[in-house]
């Protein structure tokens, strides 16, 4: 059964960990993304992210990550004062700081419960080193068919290969189990409702509610409402051109779902330029 | 290997039910002295060779003619760099108990990996060429009573040429003769070991055939030379070499591997070697499949410094099919230059060819394969899948498919793909907490996934710990 996380700001008010980004810039191939993006996220609060397209979200969860492509300018991320960007992906994760991605990679031949058993192992054992024991089989096995189950998840699903051949359902869906296993302090999820038809969205919108519980922090960033019915953001961030540009309540998601950017764009004319600076630039590369 | 890679081959023969008798089994041999023939070859060295093994008079003279054979042949031009004095090899040292090198001589690189990998004491000194026989009598006594039982021949070949002279004589260097390629005609001079096995017609051998089954100390020498004459209707699967790294100081192998699959026989045969980084591994490996009989080739590339092998399926008669199924892993220093031949010399037969390579620290892998349709294989299909992965930029991986199509009516599909580890894969891995290192070995394992799942369980757990082993310090 999954029931609402009433206590949940409650219970957070005693924890102090927090994902802490200052003042990111992040530029890819040499060009500018993120031009200051700042933002606290606490344990046990839920932060949606918004914005037009291309005003870099994704960027921003991608850099978080470590990905290598992403290129860190200036500013820094730091998980209750360690700084993240020291470390490479696989300590940021151990670490335990989690993305949901918006476009998984398929892994052919790897199989999702050999890969699991593997990232489990690693995230909860932070010092283990290469060919070390891994959880027991047996154990491992009981718990990932139990949170299959929970998120009605086909136990098939174990035996498949990573991501390959899945429908963008399925990869949605293989995200969320990944971070029901993983059970990160923070997570970042990537539009893990784009591609969904309204009743998966709402699945995934309740599986989350339900892993997360009162102790993680979510960073959500979506267009649709949906996703937000069980995760009620405590805090939205507005993003465009590269910066965020507002931080507000949870009424601010819903005037965005219901108006679009239009206002913030006028509010904020500097960005909005910025905006259209980075798309032309994108054009011209489509060009070129 | 062929002196090109697309050679005619119209023997047919068949067995003899009456040569297909059960004889007395029996896998001891007797111990013989310390041999040693000097260094490089000659009339006097392989006439000493065949002396010493007491060969009836028409082995010695396909010995002699084989070393005329191979004298005679120019190095192949294609394939690998051969850089090799055939006078500076011993082409023969007879292996004892008595000669063998010490322990404390071989390198510990090669001991580590052998307790890495699990291998019991015996085996490890076996494969080590410290002791030269490996005591199997225990362990699998049982086995070869059930298969003697059945009639079932599995024995070293010096052995059969002296106790199955009929079945040696009508099949012997039919599939592979000397003339064959260069390679083929050393083997055939100065052949020693191997296995010889004979499954009467309709027996179906239900677990993997091993050459460890057998106590005999030459079953992996240097030019050993394996006969399987699979009757009408029986089925066996023979499982080769062994996944820890073969040791040895010579640096020449060159086996030949010759099969007969009768009318509705099956065999598969499974190799995988890893050899040491010294090593020219030039190997012959042909199949005969007769009326819809299926032949299944099974081979697992690591290490060595040059390695030729394409092993091949001649299907001879209606119905027969040939799969191939070859994976090739080179690292730092190593040439694989593997791949497979199917060749259709009657109509409606089938063949399939999957490859996979992985090339790493400057390491070259090629595929090199040939599907050939003889006039009149109406209605036969082949297909070939080739996949090669590159770990890193120094690496590098070649396809060279050879096609020839003498009969319009049939169909042939060829596929190729290259990739390379992406950032992206890497990344995702790694966001989920596994090392650079763990990522790698993962791509890499799911990337043969579909062959190594065709192997038995041991040796695909074992080839999976080759590859993690091999994938050690590739990055970072």
Same mark, same amino acid.
């Given at each position: 059964?999954?029931?609402?996380?009433?206590?949940?700001?409650?219970?957070?008010?005693?924890?102090?960990?927090?994902?802490?980004?200052?003042?990111?810039?992040?530029?890819?191939?040499?060009?500018?993304?993120?031009?200051?993006?700042?933002?606290?996220?606490?344990?046990?609060?839920?932060?949606?992210?918004?914005?037009?397209?291309?005003?870099?979200?994704?960027?921003?969860?991608?850099?978080?990550?470590?990905?290598?492509?992403?290129?860190?300018?200036?500013?820094?991320?730091?998980?209750?004062?360690?700084?993240?960007?020291?470390?490479?992906?696989?300590?940021?994760?151990?670490?335990?700081?989690?993305?949901?991605?918006?476009?998984?990679?398929?892994?052919?031949?790897?199989?999702?419960?050999?890969?699991?058993?593997?990232?489990?192992?690693?995230?909860?054992?932070?010092?283990?080193?290469?060919?070390?024991?891994?959880?027991?089989?047996?154990?491992?096995?009981?718990?990932?068919?139990?949170?299959?189950?929970?998120?009605?998840?086909?136990?098939?699903?174990?035996?498949?290969?990573?991501?390959?051949?899945?429908?963008?359902?399925?990869?949605?869906?293989?995200?969320?189990?990944?971070?029901?296993?993983?059970?990160?302090?923070?997570?970042?999820?990537?539009?893990?409702?784009?591609?969904?038809?309204?009743?998966?969205?709402?699945?995934?919108?309740?599986?989350?509610?339900?892993?997360?519980?009162?102790?993680?922090?979510?960073?959500?960033?979506?267009?649709?409402?949906?996703?937000?019915?069980?995760?009620?953001?405590?805090?939205?961030?507005?993003?465009?051109?590269?910066?965020?540009?507002?931080?507000?309540?949870?009424?601010?998601?819903?005037?965005?779902?219901?108006?679009?950017?239009?206002?913030?764009?006028?509010?904020?004319?500097?960005?909005?330029?910025?905006?259209?600076?980075?798309?032309?630039?994108?054009?011209?590369?489509?060009?070129? | 290997?062929?002196?090109?890679?697309?050679?005619?081959?119209?023997?047919?023969?068949?067995?003899?039910?009456?040569?297909?008798?059960?004889?007395?089994?029996?896998?001891?041999?007797?111990?013989?002295?310390?041999?040693?023939?000097?260094?490089?070859?000659?009339?006097?060295?392989?006439?000493?060779?065949?002396?010493?093994?007491?060969?009836?008079?028409?082995?010695?003279?396909?010995?002699?003619?084989?070393?005329?054979?191979?004298?005679?042949?120019?190095?192949?031009?294609?394939?690998?760099?051969?850089?090799?004095?055939?006078?500076?090899?011993?082409?023969?040292?007879?292996?004892?108990?008595?000669?063998?090198?010490?322990?404390?001589?071989?390198?510990?690189?090669?001991?580590?990996?052998?307790?890495?990998?699990?291998?019991?004491?015996?085996?490890?000194?076996?494969?080590?060429?410290?002791?030269?026989?490996?005591?199997?009598?225990?362990?699998?006594?049982?086995?070869?009573?059930?298969?003697?039982?059945?009639?079932?021949?599995?024995?070293?070949?010096?052995?059969?040429?002296?106790?199955?002279?009929?079945?040696?004589?009508?099949?012997?260097?039919?599939?592979?003769?000397?003339?064959?390629?260069?390679?083929?005609?050393?083997?055939?001079?100065?052949?020693?070991?191997?296995?010889?096995?004979?499954?009467?017609?309709?027996?179906?051998?239900?677990?993997?055939?091993?050459?460890?089954?057998? #106590?005999?100390?030459?079953?992996?020498?240097?030019?050993? @030379?394996? /006969?399987?004459? *699979?009757? %009408? =209707? +029986?089925?066996?699967?023979?499982?080769?070499?062994?996944?820890?790294?073969?040791?040895?100081?010579?640096?020449?192998?060159?086996?030949?591997?010759?099969?007969?699959?009768?009318?509705?026989?099956?065999?598969?045969?499974?190799?995988?070697?890893?050899?040491?980084?010294?090593?020219?591994?030039?190997?012959?490996?042909?199949?005969?499949?007769?009326?819809?009989?299926?032949?299944?080739?099974?081979?697992?590339?690591?290490?060595?410094?040059?390695?030729?092998?394409?092993?091949?399926?001649?299907?001879?008669?209606?119905?027969?099919?040939?799969?191939?199924?070859?994976?090739?892993?080179?690292?730092?220093?190593?040439?694989?230059?593997?791949?497979?031949?199917?060749?259709?010399?009657?109509?409606?037969?089938?063949?399939?060819?999957?490859?996979?390579? #992985?090339?790493?620290?400057?390491?070259?892998?090629?595929? @090199?394969? /040939?599907?050939? *349709?003889? %006039? =009149? +294989?109406?209605?036969?299909?082949?297909?070939?899948?080739?996949?090669?992965?590159?770990?890193?930029?120094?690496?590098?991986?070649?396809?060279?498919?050879?096609?020839?199509?003498?009969?319009?009516?049939?169909?042939?599909?060829?596929?190729?793909?290259?990739?390379?580890?992406?950032?992206?894969?890497?990344?995702?891995?790694?966001?989920?907490?596994?090392?650079?290192?763990?990522?790698?070995?993962?791509?890499?394992?799911?990337?043969?996934?579909?062959?190594?799942?065709?192997?038995?369980?041991?040796?695909?757990?074992?080839?999976?710990?080759?590859?993690?082993?091999?994938?050690?310090?590739?990055?970072?």
């Amino acid at each position: 059964m999954i029931a609402p996380n009433t206590n949940r700001t409650n219970e957070s008010m005693s924890n102090t960990e927090t994902l802490k980004i200052t003042d990111l810039h992040v530029a890819v191939e040499g060009k500018p993304i993120l031009c200051g993006a700042s933002l606290t996220l606490r344990r046990g609060e839920t932060h949606a992210l918004m914005g037009p397209n291309g005003s870099g979200k994704s960027t921003l969860g991608l850099a978080v990550m470590g990905h290598p492509a992403y290129e860190v300018t200036s500013g820094s991320v730091e998980l209750d004062g360690v700084d993240l960007l020291e470390l490479d992906p696989d300590e940021r994760a151990r670490a335990g700081v989690f993305m949901a991605f918006q476009r998984p990679m398929a892994i052919p031949g790897v199989k999702m419960a050999d890969f699991l058993r593997h990232a489990t192992t690693n995230v909860r054992q932070p010092d283990r080193k290469e060919g070390e024991e891994l959880i027991p089989m047996r154990e491992f096995r009981k718990e990932l068919r139990g949170k299959m189950e929970q998120l009605k998840i086909d136990p098939e699903f174990a035996r498949r290969y990573v991501n390959d051949g899945f429908s963008g359902g399925e990869m949605k869906r293989a995200e969320i189990l990944q971070l029901a296993m993983l059970q990160p302090k923070f997570a970042i999820l990537d539009e893990t409702d784009s591609g969904l038809d309204a009743d998966a969205v709402k699945l995934a919108s309740a599986s989350i509610a339900e892993i997360r519980g009162g102790e993680m922090g979510i960073l959500i960033i979506t267009h649709h409402e949906r996703l937000l019915e069980h995760n009620r953001p405590d805090v939205t961030h507005v993003m465009l051109g590269g910066r965020i540009v507002e931080t507000g309540g949870p009424e601010l998601a819903e005037e965005l779902h219901r108006d679009g950017f239009d206002r913030v764009r006028a509010d904020h004319p500097k960005a909005a330029a910025q905006e259209a600076e980075l798309e032309k630039l994108q054009k011209e590369e489509a060009v070129g | 290997m062929e002196d090109d890679m697309a050679t005619d081959i119209t023997a047919k023969d068949t067995f003899d039910p009456a040569i297909a008798e059960v004889n007395k089994y029996d896998f001891r041999t007797e111990t013989q002295g310390v041999f040693k023939a000097r260094k490089g070859l000659d009339r006097e060295i392989v006439g000493q060779i065949s002396e010493m093994k007491g060969e009836p008079a028409w082995m010695r003279e396909f010995r002699l003619e084989s070393l005329e054979i191979f004298e005679s042949k120019p190095m192949p031009k294609w394939g690998g760099e051969i850089n090799l004095n055939f006078q500076d090899v011993y082409y023969y040292l007879k292996p004892t108990d008595e000669q063998g090198r010490s322990w404390d001589d071989v390198p510990a690189e090669i001991k580590e990996t052998f307790d890495r990998l699990g291998i019991p004491e015996a085996e490890k000194k076996y494969l080590a060429g410290v002791k030269a026989q490996f005591e199997s009598e225990v362990v699998y006594g049982s086995l070869q009573e059930d298969l003697a039982k059945q009639g079932v021949l599995f024995t070293d070949t010096d052995t059969a040429v002296r106790e199955y002279p009929d079945l040696m004589r009508e099949h012997f260097a039919t599939v592979i003769p000397p003339h064959d390629n260069k390679f083929a005609a050393l083997n055939s001079a100065v052949w020693s070991g191997g296995s010889f096995i004979y499954v009467p017609p309709g027996v179906s051998i239900d677990f993997p055939l091993q050459a460890y089954f057998r #106590i005999n100390a030459e079953s992996m020498g240097q030019f050993e @030379r394996t /006969l399987i004459l *699979v009757d %009408e =209707g +029986a089925q066996v699967h023979y499982v080769e070499g062994c996944t820890a790294p073969m040791y040895t100081t010579e640096s020449l192998h060159s086996a030949v591997v010759e099969v007969k699959v009768m009318k509705g026989a099956r065999c598969r045969y499974t190799t995988i070697q890893n050899w040491a980084n010294n090593i020219y591994n030039l190997v012959t490996k042909r199949a005969l499949a007769y009326q819809d009989a299926v032949m299944e080739w099974v081979d697992g590339n690591l290490g060595s410094q040059l390695t030729m092998k394409y092993p091949a399926v001649y299907m001879m008669e209606p119905g027969a099919r040939g799969e191939i199924l070859s994976i090739a892993f080179a690292s730092k220093g190593q040439h694989q230059d593997a791949g497979a031949k199917l060749v259709h010399c009657a109509p409606h037969t089938t063949g399939q060819i999957i490859s996979k390579s #992985i090339s790493k620290n400057g390491g070259r892998s090629s595929y @090199r394969g /040939l599907v050939k *349709v003889e %006039e =009149g +294989a109406k209605q036969s299909k082949s297909n070939v899948v080739c996949d090669a992965l590159i770990l890193d930029q120094e690496s590098r991986s070649d396809t060279y498919p050879y096609i020839e199509i003498d009969e319009q009516d049939v169909t042939i599909g060829h596929e190729a793909s290259v990739s390379r580890i992406g950032e992206e894969q890497l990344f995702y891995l790694m966001s989920r907490g596994l090392s650079e290192a763990e990522a790698s070995t993962m791509i890499v394992n799911g990337f043969i996934e579909p062959l190594v799942k065709e192997l038995p369980m041991e040796y695909a757990v074992e080839m999976n710990r080759l590859i993690e082993l091999q994938m050690e310090g590739s990055v970072g």
